[in-house]
C-alpha cells in the first residue's frame, strides 16, 4: 500500500523471497519463527510476518531459506519499523506518539491565477512547515531532515457549490475521500520546509468527466508519515480553490490518422 518501504501501522508485513541464480531452487523460508515450503512451481514467495504488538518501533527478523538440494543461507535479517498509533482525532497524549506531529503549520497557497482557474489541476505550494514523528526521521535510516520528518500528504476536497454557498462538511466528515500523495522532494532549513504536491479538484467527488462543475472547491490536507498514520484533524490545513466556467478537462490530443 502507499507508504515508506519497511514500515507497517498494523502487526504484520510481507516479504518477498526471491532466488538470484541457484539451480537447485528454493524449497523452504523461516522468516520469524514460521517455516513455509515454496510449493507453487516458482523460486519465489511472498512471506507474511507477524510482529509484535509490544515490538513498537524497530523490528528485525531473521530469514533461512533452503534449497532443494538441503542447503542452507541465512539471510541478513530485514528490518521492520512498526509504527502503530490511535489516529482518532478525540484522542491525545501517548495514544498519538505514532503520528506526524506539525510544529509550525506554515502557509499553504493554491495557484489561482486566471488560466489556472480553468482547470482541474492545480499545484499545492507549502512553505514554512516544519513536521516531527516519532519514527520516520533519520534516526530510522529515513533521508528526510528535520522539520520535514513526513512521507507525503493526504488530500480531500469538498465541492461548495457554484457560488460557494453550500456549508462545509469539514475535514472531520466520513463522507470525505482521502487521497495519498508521496512527497518526494522538500526544500528545508533552520528546522522549516518548503514543498510541492498535485491536486486533482475532482478526486474523491465522483464527478467524472464533467464540465458543469465550476464554483469553489475547499482543499483539505493533513501529514503521512512512512506507516501511513495522518496527523489530527485538529492541525488540518485548508484552502478555497475556484474552478471558472468554461475549464477544461485534462487529455491528450492526438493526430489526425489518415488512410
Excluded: H
Amino acid at each position: 500500500s502507499d507508504g515508506a518501504p519497511g514500515f507497517t501501522r498494523v502487526p504484520q508485513a510481507t516479504l518477498r523471497v526471491q532466488d538470484t541464480g541457484d539451480c537447485s531452487g528454493l524449497k523452504t523460508v523461516t522468516a520469524g519463527g514460521g517455516t513455509e515450503a515454496i510449493t507453487d512451481g516458482t523460486y519465489a514467495k511472498n512471506v507474511t510476518l507477524t510482529v509484535g504488538i509490544a515490538d513498537e518501533g524497530r523490528v528485525s527478523v531473521p530469514v533461512t531459506v533452503i534449497d532443494n538440494a538441503g542447503n542452507p543461507d541465512n539471510l541478513a535479517d530485514p528490518t521492520i519499523i512498526y509504527d502503530p498509533s490511535d489516529t482518532d482525532a478525540t484522542v491525545s497524549g501517548d495514544n498519538q506518539q505514532g503520528l506526524p506531529v506539525i510544529e509550525a503549520a506554515g502557509t499553504l497557497t493554491v495557484n489561482d491565477t486566471a488560466d489556472a482557474r480553468r482547470t482541474i489541476l492545480r499545484t499545492l505550494s507549502f512553505s514554512g512547515v516544519d513536521v516531527n514523528d516519532n519514527l520516520y526521521n533519520a534516526l530510522n535510516g529515513v533521508s528526510v531532515p528535520e522539520g520535514g520528518e513526513f512521507w507525503g500528504v493526504w488530500i480531500a476536497t469538498e465541492y461548495l457549490g457554484a457560488n460557494g454557498s453550500a456549508t462545509p462538511v469539514g475535514p472531520s466528515s466520513t463522507t470525505l475521500s482521502w487521497t495519498p500523495v508521496e512527497v518526494t522532494s522538500r526544500t528545508c532549513s533552520g528546522g522549516t520546509c518548503s514543498f510541492r504536491a498535485p491536486v486533482n479538484l475532482f478526486t474523491g467527488l465522483g464527478f467524472g468527466p464533467r464540465t458543469d462543475k465550476a464554483g469553489t472547491y475547499r482543499v483539505y490536507v493533513r501529514f503521512l508519515d512512512g506507516a501511513g498514520n495522518p496527523s489530527t484533524v485538529a492541525s488540518v490545513m485548508s484552502e478555497d480553490v475556484v474552478l471558472a466556467s468554461g475549464y477544461r478537462l485534462p487529455g491528450s490530443v492526438l493526430g489526425v490518422i489518415s488512410r
